[in-house]
């Protein structure tokens, strides 16, 4: 499949201006990641085996599709039930799997107590450091993080459970959420000190359709402290935090801006809060990510893509601080043909005069 038709020029202080809320010379393109089968597919090769080549075909392909950096995982994880089934994505990769919510490996104090925790080591920067040697010059480096604050500790104890154990168990999820919070800390606060990263991705899901995953007080009490702590580690080293959280936040987007000091927001759903919205609800407090909704890159046609793009730039842009992306990442079900067609328009349209 062809790369969209822009010049690549890549310039990482257009980032910086978006996340600081300034106007930079065009709109940059972001997003929280590709799937793999979507870049296998634009390239129409699949990535060398070999670490570091893989790097730099990701670096290239990056560069090719007009980003002004390149992204980087973390070698942690915090291990946890997961279920599968058949993935029945266009670009199906045989199986796909998500969270079991209904049961987790840490139920008792018990399984807190024998859980293999996690501690970070020297490997924790490998892939760091790989795809700072892979990058163009003028390109960033924007790591993502192993998950948020609630985003593991739902993993580990089940959504469901540690529902549960909030009334009967309090001690043990604060036990849970304090081990989390202490481990991620040391993590983002790594990889705001490597020198060649430039700002670092914090992924926590916090909300539904419809509100947060827990209500805005447990998120006072268990979540937020924490998620300070992770801006405070990055803020020390001089760099950004952009916060990646899925579902309805109206709640809580006070406390992430004032509270938790998050310096952008990414994930926007047409159904919940439109990007046009949240640029004029809270465009002038912190800097808003992404917002060309799944659905329709998933459902829609190019044309209907390239409209949309257009009114979200002609709503977002003044002003400064947005960048383009979908509006939450570019999954193995989306169509790669109506995701081309945002990033040419968001090039043809995204121009400061």
């Known amino acids: 499949m062809p790369y969209p038709d822009l010049e690549p020029n890549p310039d990482f202080d257009r980032l910086k201006s978006v996340i600081a809320c300034r106007e ?6 972001i997003e929280l990641f590709l799937d793999e089968e979507v870049m296998v597919a634009i390239q129409e090769r699949p990535f060398s ?18 980003y002004d950096y390149v ?11 997961a279920v599968e089934a058949e993935d029945t994505a266009a670009l199906s990769r045989g199986r796909r799997s998500w969270l079991q919510e209904s049961g987790g490996v840490i139920q008792t104090r018990e399984d807190f107590e024998s859980y293999a925790w996690p501690v970070p080591g020297e490997g924790l920067l490998v892939s760091v450091e790989r795809a700072a040697e892979a990058r163009r010059d003028g390109m960033g480096l924007i790591p993502l993080g192993p998950g948020g604050v609630l985003e593991n500790v739902m993993w580990l104890m089940g959504y469901g459970p540690m529902s549960y154990a909030m009334a009967d168990e309090p001690d043990l999820v604060q036990a849970v ?39 805005p007080e447990a998120m006072r009490r268990y979540v937020f402290p924490w998620q300070r702590r ?34 952008a927001k990414h994930s926007f759903e047409d159904v919940i809060t439109p990007v046009t919205e949240a640029k004029r609800r809270w465009g002038d407090r912190v800097a808003l990510l992404g917002g ?10 190019p044309e209907q893509v390239r409209r949309r793009t257009r009114e979200v730039l002609e709503v977002c842009m003044p002003g400064g601080g947005y960048a383009l992306g979908s509006g939450n990442s570019v999954a193995n ?21």
């Open 24 to 29: 930079p010379d065009r709109v940059p393109f």
């Open 49 to 66: 085996d070999d670490p570091a080549r893989r790097c730099r075909e990701i670096a290239d392909l990056y560069f090719r599709l007009g």
């Open 71 to 81: 992204p980087a995982g973390t070698d942690l994880t915090f291990a946890h039930d």
């Open 177 to 215: 959420f304090q081990r989390v919070g202490e481990t991620l800390v040391q993590v983002f606060g790594s990889m705001a000190g490597h020198e060649a990263v430039d700002a670092v991705f914090l992924g926590d899901d916090m909300g539904f359709k419809t509100q947060t995953m827990i209500s």
């Open 230 to 263: 992770i801006v405070e580690a990055v803020h020390a080293r001089g760099k950004p935090l952009l916060l990646h959280a899925c579902g309805n936040l109206e709640a809580v987007m006070d406390d992430l801006i004032d509270r938790v000091g998050i310096d």
């Open 292 to 301: 060309i909704d799944v659905d329709l890159l998933s459902r829609g046609t």
């Open 333 to 353: 079900y989306v169509s790669v043909e109506n995701y081309l067609a945002m990033l040419e328009e968001g090039w043809r349209s995204g121009v400061y005069a």
